[in-house]
């Protein structure tokens, strides 16, 4: 079974405004990651947060981690059609070797 | 070349015959992975491949299903009597040392088994 879930499965907004995309996870990680997935240049790392940090940015990305709720967003501010894709979180299940994939989010980006 | 590459980039095969997938890594990365991705779905782990250690082979669905790594650099992921349920897109990554580190994905190859 997937051990990260996104919501929603998808989401279209107008172009400039914020995307909001969550993930869940059923175990302890060491670490969760996300990734944007496009026809045009394939399955990209986007950040990484550790299990020890709550908050992290890069760029027009913010990405929060609740250990508690075994849970993480993953923030757009100022969305751009060019952020049309699919998001995946994925983890390493606290084993510290394979990741594990959710289904991921598509979003779509209207202008 | 810079990033990770995949070949084919399509492979269109009958059921029953055998295909294999290459995979060239970024050099210098010691851990090289398998993934599968049907359409609309998240990516499920084939193999794990870490320097000179034996694979984790966990992932793989079947027996049908095998993925050797050379030098440890190429790898070819080999799929016997295929059957019309392997169509997918198969993606290879390379990262430094083990899954916590970023992973660098090549373009996958697209699998049909008609």
């Known amino acids: 079974s997937q051990q990260g879930e996104e919501d929603p499965q998808a989401l279209s907004i107008q172009e400039g405004e914020n995307a909001t995309m969550n993930c869940s996870y059923k175990?302890?990680?060491?670490?969760l990651q996300w990734y944007r997935q496009n026809s045009g240049r394939g399955l990209v790392h986007l950040i990484l947060?550790?299990?020890n940090e709550r908050e992290k940015h890069s760029g027009r990305l913010r990405v929060t981690l609740d250990t508690s709720k075994k849970s993480s967003s993953l923030l757009i501010t100022a969305s751009r059609a060019a952020d049309t894709a699919s998001y995946f979180c994925?983890?390493?299940?606290?084993?510290?070797?394979?990741?594990?994939w959710g289904a991921g989010t598509k979003l779509i980006i209207k202008p | 070349g810079a990033g990770v590459s995949q070949s084919p980039s399509n492979k269109v095969t009958e059921k029953g015959k055998d295909v294999e997938l290459r995979c060239d890594p970024i050099?210098?990365?010691?851990?090289l992975y398998w993934y599968r991705q049907s359409l609309g779905q998240g990516l499920e782990f084939l193999i794990y491949?870490?320097?000179?250690?034996?694979?984790?082979k966990s992932g793989l669905p079947s027996d049908r299903f095998s993925a050797e790594r050379t030098g440890g650099s190429v790898s070819t992921l080999t799929i016997q009597r295929t059957q019309q349920e392997d169509s997918a897109v198969y993606l290879c990554?390379?990262?430094?040392?083990?899954?916590?580190?970023?992973?660098?994905f090549g373009p996958g190859t697209r699998l049909t088994v008609l």
């Open positions: 990554a390379s990262s430094l040392e083990g899954p916590t580190n970023e992973q660098f």
């Open positions: 050099s210098g990365h010691t851990a």
């Open positions: 491949f870490q320097g000179n250690s034996a694979p984790d």
């Open positions: 175990t302890s990680i060491n670490n």
């Open positions: 947060i550790r299990s």
């Open positions: 994925a983890t390493d299940g606290g084993s510290n070797y394979q990741l594990i």
